[in-house]
């Protein structure tokens, strides 16, 4: 994987899109620290699986509250 930082991805955001369709992943960097990964898209999404994966976080916190989707997210990223 390589890694450019973000001003570099803003000016270069099409040929690293370009880039990760072929199958290449790239990460970006925010202040020299991993902030997101640019990947290939999945031609579909797998709906059962990604209902499995929230089930699965869910599980793993233990709260009596709701839950909100920046936590589940937050949890997720652990």
Do not use: C, W
Request: proline letters at 3%; hydrophobic letters at 40%; aromatic letters at 4%.
């Amino acid at each position: 994987m390589r890694n450019v930082g973000l001003f570099e991805a803003k000016q270069k955001l099409s040929e690293l899109v370009d880039r990760a369709s072929q199958g290449e992943r790239i990460g970006i960097t925010r202040r020299g620290k991993l902030a997101a990964i640019i990947v290939p898209a999945k031609d579909k999404i797998d709906v059962k699986g990604v209902f499995a994966d929230i089930e699965r976080i869910r599980k793993r916190v233990n709260r009596s509250k709701p839950f909100t989707v920046r936590e589940l997210i937050e949890e997720g990223r652990m």
